[in-house]
C-alpha cells in the first residue's frame, strides 16, 4: 500500500515530514503543523504559500461552532469565499450546520491551492459536502450565488497583505492588500448583508464600526490559542445572532 508520504504529489504541493525538508520562511508553520491540521500525519497537502493564510484547526472549530449556534435557521447556504487549503471550509462541513457549502479558490492563478483543499477534506471525509469552485470570488459570488442570498452567509478569511501587518498597533483596514475592507463588505453585501470578515487581530475597530449601518453594534470576537489571540470575526446582519 502507497503511503502519503510515498505518493507522488502534484508540481508546487507538498507534504513534509522533516523539518529538513521545509523552506525555512515557512519552518515556524510547520512546526505548529498539528495546531493547524490535527490529521496533518494523515497526509495533509500544502503550497508553501498556504502556509501563511490557513486559520489553525482550534480557532476554525470554535468559528464554524458559534456561526452555526448564531445564524438563524433560515441561513443554510454557506459560502467560503478564500477556501486557500480547506482549513475553515473542512470545519464549516464537519459541523453539520449548513445544507449546502461552496467553497470558492482562484483556480486560474493558484490551481494546486484547490487541490490541496479538496484533498484536506477527504482526509476529513467531509469532501462530497463541498461544492468547489474555481474562480474568484468577487465575480463567482454574484454570478452563482446571489439567487440564494435570502439563505446565504458568506464566510470571508481574505490576505492580509502579507506577515507585515504584525508591524501595526492598530491595523488599517483601508490599505489591507490586495482588498480593503471597503471592497470587501461592497463586494459581498451584494449577495448578502450576512457575512463574516475573519481579519488580523489589531485592526482598527473604529474602522470596522463605519460598516453597520442598521445603528446597532457589530459583534467582534477574538479567537485565541495558547492565552494569545490569533485574529479577529467581525459578524455582519444576523450572524452575530442578535
Known sequence: MTTPEQAPLPDNIHHYTSISEV?????????QRHDIFSKYDDGIWMTDAAWYGITPEPVASRIA???????????????????GAGGNTIQFALSGRW????????????????????HNAEVYGVAKKIFWISGDAFVE???????????????ASPPWGGPAYT???????SVMEPYSLLHLYRSFSTVTKDMVLYL?????????????????????????MHGASKAI??????????
Not at 523552506?23 to 512546526?31: A, D
Not at 470575526?233 to 442578535?242: I, L, P, Q
Request: glycine letters at 8%.
Open 23 to 31: 523552506p525555512y520562511e515557512i519552518s515556524k508553520y510547520w512546526h
Open 65 to 83: 461552532t458559534d456561526l452555526a449556534g448564531q445564524a438563524p435557521a433560515s441561513k443554510t447556504v454557506l459560502v467560503d469565499a478564500f477556501a
Open 99 to 118: 445544507s449546502q457549502i461552496f467553497a470558492v479558490e482562484r483556480g486560474k492563478w493558484h490551481p494546486e491551492v484547490l487541490k490541496c483543499a479538496k
Open 141 to 155: 459570488l454574484p454570478r452563482r450565488l446571489k439567487k440564494l442570498g435570502k439563505s446565504t452567509v458568506v464566510f
Open 167 to 173: 508591524d501595526y498597533e492598530v491595523f488599517d483596514l
Open 200 to 224: 488580523p487581530r489589531t485592526s482598527d475597530l473604529r474602522q470596522l464600526a463605519m460598516y453597520d449601518d442598521e445603528g446597532e453594534k457589530l459583534k467582534v470576537v477574538h479567537y485565541c
Open 233 to 242: 470575526c467581525v459578524y455582519f446582519g444576523a450572524t452575530g445572532g442578535g
